[in-house]
């Protein structure tokens, strides 16, 4: 039986993977106590906050309710058998592999968002999701496959923003639910590419519920850059006076980004479609 | 024009008190005549290579570029979000609404921050220009007389030479949040 408390397990195990377990409690420099040399520090209340683990998905890291998330498999490590391969029937959009004795359906989530797909590396993993009923059993169970999981991390109440109702009103929308306000440096400080780039992470993984119609990651990177499209979420600015020579860029960073939350039981449908 | 808005030529010779009297006769019809004449102040801007324009009371704020976090599944005319001090804006691109050339964001491109009805929401427009004054009357007659190019376009306008065409803000939001969805399931 799968119950809540993977979610404790799953915290401890990303502290072990290393996989980064901030705070996120907001401060608040006083301008009186800075004089001082003092530092107000207002803290939310623990009750206050949800916990979110931060995953990429085609090079753009989405937020996932820890509540929802019951275990994370690492498909390299942990002797999964894939069973069926997404797309081995018309319309069927999921894979399946062997978990605990049965079948479990398994879903991209870079496809399922249309993101770009990029070659999953050693850091993909496959996330354990379902309905959770009140007596502790998770029915609809599925994986959701992610190319990284970044961090888990708390958010204050007053972090979060809603996006408007007529955004997320279509089929797809309906598994955005809102936006996460982080500071700009702990999702830069998370990014999967920027770990590869530094620590040469960039080993393939073998694993057919990854597609293999999937570009060569390096290439991907490589590509991008070539038509200066800076890995991220920011625009691209190229000049408008013709020459080659592009502008530097002119876009305002503000010190917090927004993260696109999801809800994963949005997704049952699709993975027992 | 009536009598009272003759211009008073001072008397030396005339009464003091009529001659402030005229004076302030003159005075009110020149701030009655104002008042008559109230003007609207359009936002006017760039997207492709022409000019529109918005009413200033529905621009909230004109901001630079900011980073501009995608959202799946939204409108195809939606981008995403943006984060603008705290508050998050969807950015919504019209060009392909009003079938003009894709412009890449270049240094003058700016955020229009808007509010029409319930909808707040973030537009990206090519180049900002200027905020023109015109009087109410006459932007009444030029869109009684002129019909809209599209029915994103409300009017034509020329305002000092320079054609303009008015933004239809309903049409326009009810065909961003119909369009299709950018990646479906």
């Known amino acids: 039986m799968i119950s809540r408390e993977y979610s404790e ?122 309905k959770l009923l009140a007596d502790g059993r998770v029915e609809h169970q599925y994986g959701l496959a992610v190319d990284d999981v970044l961090a888990v991390q708390r958010v204050g109440m007053e972090q979060l923003r809603l996006l408007p109702a007529w955004m997320c009103q279509k089929k797809l929308g309906k598994l955005v639910w809102g936006t996460a306000l982080l500071e700009r440096h702990s999702l830069e400080q998370h990014s999967a590419l920027h770990q590869l780039q530094t620590e040469g992470l960039l080993t393939p993984l073998q694993f057919a519920i990854f597609q293999p119609d999937r570009p060569k990651l390096g290439s991907t990177v490589e590509a991008l850059s070539e038509l200066g499209v800076s890995v991220g979420n920011e625009l691209t600015i190229i000049g408008a006076n013709g020459t080659k020579e592009k502008l530097k860029p002119a876009i305002q960073e503000s010190e917090f980004q927004p993260l696109i939350l999801l809800d994963l039981a949005a997704l049952i449908p699709v993975a027992y479609s | 024009m009536s009598d009272s808005y003759l211009p008073v030529i001072p008397d030396p010779q005339s009464d003091p008190e009529r001659l402030i009297q005229a004076l302030e006769r003159q005075a009110m019809a020149l701030q ?77 491109s700016r955020f229009v921050i808007i509010q029409h009805g319930k909808y707040l929401f973030a537009m990206l427009v090519d180049a900002m220009a200027e905020v023109r004054e015109v009087k109410t009357r006459e932007l009444e007659q030029q869109i009684r007389s002129s019909k809209g190019i599209s029915e994103f376009i409300s009017s034509e306008l020329t305002v000092d030479r320079r054609l303009l065409g008015l933004l239809n803000l309903d049409t326009i939001l009810n065909r961003v949040v119909e369009g299709g969805e950018n990646g479906a399931i």
């Open chain 1, 9 to 130: 397990s799953n915290l401890n195990r990303a502290e072990r993977n290393g996989l980064g377990l901030s705070s996120g409690l907001p401060t608040m420099k006083s301008l009186f106590a800075e004089g001082n040399g003092l530092e107000l520090r207002l803290e939310t209340r623990r009750e206050d906050q949800i916990e979110i683990v931060i995953v990429m998905a085609g090079h753009q890291s989405f937020g996932l309710l820890l509540s929802q998330v019951y275990n994370i498999l690492r498909p390299q490590n942990d002797g999964i058998n894939v069973l069926k391969q997404p797309g081995s029937a018309p319309g069927q959009v999921w894979g399946s592999i062997e978990y605990q004795g049965g079948e479990l359906r398994v879903l991209e989530l870079a496809r399922m968002l249309h993101r770009p797909l990029v070659e999953p590396i050693d850091r993909s993993r496959i996330l354990l999701t379902g």
């Open chain 2, 32 to 108: 009655s005549e104002q008042e008559e004449e109230p003007m609207v102040s359009l936002l006017t801007f760039v997207l492709g290579a022409e000019w529109f324009a918005l009413p200033l009371d529905k621009v909230k704020v004109v901001s630079r570029l900011l980073d501009v976090t995608p959202v799946p599944g939204t409108s195809i005319y939606v981008l995403g979000v943006i984060n603008h001090k705290s508050a998050i804006y969807p950015l919504v691109d019209i060009h392909d609404l009003l079938s003009l050339e894709p412009q890449m964001p270049t240094r003058s």
